[in-house]
């Protein structure tokens, strides 16, 4: 019920908050006679239309303005800004503007009685992407891809499928468009919701969908396009309003006079009653005979989408006030807006809109809406009277108490919320709200600062973010939060990943205000709601439901549950929703090893969800087991397929909570605190934990590494300095004040101390996830040193023995080197493989001539003049073993007082799998290993694996390369 008020609401809201969107609709039908007169539209229509219809070849030239008006905002400080695309011969254009110089360009209003025409002069520019391929682009550069199934018989055939297939796999369509395929029926079918980066998913639901049971529904024209009308209030669903793009295509079985004049009728019906500012349609005919036809649609969609992000244009004003654009353009529902390109030389007469210098605002800057950021608020304050604030302080003064108690203090209560842009010292509006605390643990732990959820009252949404619109956000207050910067950092590592998906997150100032006195709260994550952004990006939402503490469930009946947060109101529904979710834990604990990949990939995104493992491998969380969301949607009445985001990562570079009792062994420690019921299957399939190491190998060289780390970094520092750093005033407080856990550990004065220590924080933490790249990158070299039988990466090395040795099995005897590297682009460590070693009986000393200097680089610890010679101290030895991680390090202490010379002897080292013991001594040139076997293990061993590296890891000047050959010393 939610969902069918929110967009009806927003189809009669013309005009929206500050900043938001301009919504150019018109009212639909409604009534209890829908369906008549439905039906009367769809016939009436099929008559007049003319016959034409663009197909494949034509390329999509449906739209007969040479512009078309994509959004139009206002933007604060008395200025607009409309983004619009204009035809493709002027798309490529190579001209001035193409390369982002600016023009003009005319907004015009229709004529109404005996009014003049109206005009707004604005400047315009080509939205150029260039931000660098770490960072996520801005909402504008997304679209979605509504597919409709539109055969005349309604049977979807192989042939289209395979259509289909060559569209959705286009290389030019992006990662980040949602796509969607809904299906014409008496009551139009969803095949698959919109879904982004999850192509496999898309075209098993068609697969599927070609297996059910059609034969008995033939839809005539006038019920295809009753069908589409139905389905037209979720093409896109709200959440996905904010991008600019959206297109839908028909894919229909022939090249019919009957299919053409629908698509038609349909374009016509979409441009009428679509709840999205624009709407472009395309039409495919697959009749399974024409592949050239069916390629060259494909390969023009994707340049298409691809064009229309990149060739999107922007038009901005800093001229015109707010009670001129209400009146003009967002108060006005039934105007028609057309944009024309300006003559050089503006008559500006009474026809043309403009402001006064005397009103015009020093904060709007022409360059700054073309082409910044747009100004979000910053601040919020929560005002309330004295019986308010009353109950407001009540509540969260609970921390440890009774049951009752806890529950009377997560009661909502009213009061009014203000919103501001500090910055430009601009009150955007103010909203009457309710709110309640929120969180179990911060909630029964933080003394003062505690989260809360705000819902605006009056449904009428707010501008929150570059991708978001909403009335209900979360405020959350880091209290646990290390310095407040470990949060927002985590959030935007997943969101580069695709795991925290179009969710909003991002800082705000918090005040709390009563009787005009203001208090600071410090700083808060503003964070979108993610069971109510998940109902909003979604055209037909099923289950949303939140893993809790498996373990617990396990040993505990009745508690540790999943959290089934929709469906709501139905105690059997969400039984029902918690039953399919338990299926993927199912499958994971009874599936093949060779099948358990396919058979989890058929019930949920299981490629996401072992890029969330590695993530939480690398960043070190110590609790996520219950920090994740599953959803599903209710795709052609088929098996659940259940999407994923992950939740609240304050966590991370912590131990495992409960001392990790609970966490899954893994013997090479890759796998950090895994506790939830479906993990086990990483370590009962051997092929899932190879997929596993993959996975995270490719997270920590490409997605996650160094340069993606910082610039996230570098971001997150410019949010902080632009929402601490208000009017450039370095001494203000107003901030800091507030910040009651920072100021607990550290002396902040002012805003600026405050972002002095959390920019020293933040770099801590970009350290440690260098430290955990490096650590992990070395544990996979053992993994497929262990687990590998490739050659590639290892030489062999000749060795060389004394005649005294000639009575040894020397033969099976052999060694090889490899060199690895982690977090530099150089060598760290060199592995030695000692093959068959117990083929010598008792001590066996081997002699390796190795060149030890270093490069010292990145954290350099002496002066130029002492390079490039190593100290022998600092070179560490390691014992790898097959059943542990490359973890023993050899005791390299001597008794000169840890200076380790060609004379002394180093102590009793490792154990290499309780069969080998060995010990180790160097000089600059070389280094000798000496092994002999235990009595606590007579097992042979097959292979021993030794390792070297400087304690700071400074690469090796020559490693490997240098190695020719080996001497036995003794055997």
Not at 482 to 498: A, F, I, N, Q
Not at 753 to 781: D, H, K, N, P
Request: with cysteine; charged share 30%.
């Amino acid at each position: 019920m939610r969902r069918k008020k929110r967009n009806t609401r927003r189809r009669d809201d013309q005009k929206d908050a500050v900043g938001g969107s301009f919504s150019f609709t018109r009212r639909g039908l409604r009534g209890g006679f829908w369906f008549l007169l439905s039906l009367l539209f769809a016939t009436s229509a099929f008559a007049l239309v003319p016959s034409s219809s663009p197909t494949a070849k034509e390329k999509n030239e449906e739209t007969s303005s040479p512009f078309t008006i994509l959004r139009a905002e206002k933007w604060p400080n008395g200025g607009l800004r409309i983004f619009y695309s204009s035809p493709e011969k002027e798309q490529s254009d190579e001209g001035e503007n193409a390369a982002g110089k600016n023009t003009a360009v005319e907004l015009s209003f229709q004529k109404e009685k005996e009014e003049e025409e109206k005009k707004i002069i604005l400047e315009s520019t080509k939205v150029i992407a260039t931000k660098p391929s770490s960072s996520p682009l801005p909402s504008f550069y997304s679209g979605t891809t509504t597919i409709v199934l539109a055969p005349s018989d309604g049977i979807l055939t192989q042939s289209m499928v395979s259509g289909l297939a060559r569209l959705i796999w286009s290389k030019d369509i992006p990662d980040s468009e949602k796509i969607a395929i809904f299906a014409l029926r008496l009551t139009p079918e969803l095949v698959v919701d919109y879904t982004s980066n999850n192509k496999v998913h898309v075209l098993q639901r068609l697969k599927e969908y070609t297996l059910l049971n059609h034969s008995s529904i033939s839809p005539d024209v006038p019920f295809r396009l009753f069908s589409l009308r139905r389905a037209l209030e979720s093409m896109p669903p709200d959440g996905l309003k904010v991008r600019l793009h959206h297109d839908v295509i028909f894919a229909l079985d022939e090249d019919t006079i009957e299919n053409r004049m629908f698509v038609e009728n349909a374009r016509t019906l979409i441009k009428a009653e679509s709840s999205s500012a624009t709407i472009f349609v395309s039409s495919l005919f697959i009749n399974g005979d024409n592949k050239v036809e069916e390629d060259n649609f494909a390969q023009w969609f994707g340049k298409f989408v691809k064009k229309r992000r990149e060739e999107t244009h922007v038009a901005a004003s800093c001229d015109v006030s707010d009670e001129q654009l209400d009146h003009h353009l967002f108060e006005k529902k039934n105007t028609e807006l057309k944009i024309s390109p300006a003559v050089p030389d503006v008559d500006r007469k009474n026809d043309v809109i403009s402001m006064s210098f005397k009103k015009r605002n020093k904060h709007c800057r022409i360059e700054d809406v073309l082409s910044g950021p747009y100004p979000y608020f910053d601040t919020i304050t929560l005002k309330m009277d004295f019986t308010q604030r009353n109950e407001f302080e009540g509540k969260r003064s609970f921390r440890k108490g009774t049951y009752d108690e806890r529950i009377a203090a997560k009661k909502k209560f009213p009061l009014t919320v203000q919103f501001e842009n500090a910055k430009h010292g601009e009150v955007y509006e103010e909203r009457k709200a309710f709110a309640k605390f929120h969180g179990t643990s911060t909630f029964r732990d933080c003394e003062r600062r505690k989260s809360m959820k705000i819902n605006l009252d009056g449904g009428k949404t707010m501008k929150l973010g570059s991708a978001a619109e909403s009335d209900q956000f979360l405020l959350i207050s880091l209290c646990y939060d290390d310095r407040y910067v470990k949060s927002w950092l985590m959030y935007s590592l997943l969101r580069h990943l695709g795991l925290f998906e179009d969710l909003e997150f991002r800082y705000v100032r918090l005040f709390v205000e009563t009787n005009d006195v203001r208090e600071s709260e410090g700083l808060y994550l503003l964070v979108e709601n993610p069971v109510v952004k998940r109902e909003d990006v979604k055209a037909r939402i099923s289950a949303v439901v939140r893993r809790r503490l498996d373990p617990v469930r396990q040993t505990r009946p009745g508690l540790g549950a999943p959290d089934v947060k929709y469906p709501k109101h139905s105690d059997f529904d969400r039984a029902i929703k918690r039953n399919e979710y338990d299926e993927i834990a199912r499958v994971a604990k009874t599936c093949d090893d060779m099948n358990c990949y396919a058979l989890l990939r058929k019930c949920m995104n299981i490629d996401a969800y072992i890029t969330w493992i590695a993530f939480n491998s690398l960043v070190k969380m110590g609790d996520y087991v219950d920090e994740i969301y599953f959803y599903s949607s209710n795709e052609n009445q088929q098996t659940p397929y259940w999407g994923l985001h992950s939740w609240d990562p304050d966590d991370a570079f912590q131990k495992c909570h409960h001392g990790g009792k609970d966490a899954y062994i893994d013997r090479f420690q890759m796998l950090y605190c895994l506790e939830g019921n479906m993990d086990v299957v990483f370590l009962r399939s051997k092929d899932m934990y190879s997929r596993f190491v993959q996975t995270l190998e490719e997270l920590l060289e490409k997605r996650l590494n160094d340069q993606v780390i910082l610039f996230f970094a570098e971001e997150q520092k410019k949010e902080l300095n632009d929402v601490l750093n208000i009017n450039n005033n370095s001494k203000n407080d107003d901030v800091a004040i507030g910040m009651l856990e920072l100021r607990q550990m550290a002396k902040i004065p002012d805003n600026m101390a405050a972002f002095r220590e959390m920019s020293s924080s933040l770099l801590y933490y970009i350290e440690q996830i260098r430290l955990s790249r490096r650590e992990l990158f070395r544990v996979i070299g053992a993994f497929h040193s262990f687990n590998d039988t490739s050659e590639v990466g290892w030489k062999p090395v000749r060795l060389s023995a004394p005649a005294k040795c000639s009575n040894q099995n020397l033969s099976s005897l052999k060694l090889r080197v490899s060199e690895r590297k982690y977090d530099q682009d150089a060598r760290q460590e060199i592995v030695f493989e000692f093959e068959n070693v117990s083929s010598v009986s008792g001590v066996l000393q081997i002699e390796i001539l190795l060149d030890m200097n270093v490069v010292y680089k990145f954290n350099e610890t002496y002066s130029e003049k002492y390079l490039p010679v190593p100290v022998e101290k600092e070179t560490r030895a390691l014992c790898w073993t097959n059943a542990t991680l490359p973890g023993d390090t050899i005791n390299m202490n001597a008794t000169d007082g840890g200076f380790l010379t060609t004379t002394t002897l180093p102590k009793k080292s490792c154990i290499a799998g309780e069969a080998i013991n060995v010990t180790a001594k160097f000089t600059n040139e070389a280094v000798t290993f000496t092994m002999k076997e235990t009595r606590t293990d007579t097992t042979p061993r097959d292979k021993i694996f030794l390792s070297l590296y400087h304690g700071f890891w400074h690469p090796f000047s020559q490693a490997f390369a240098a190695v020719q050959y080996a001497r036995i010393l003794t055997c």
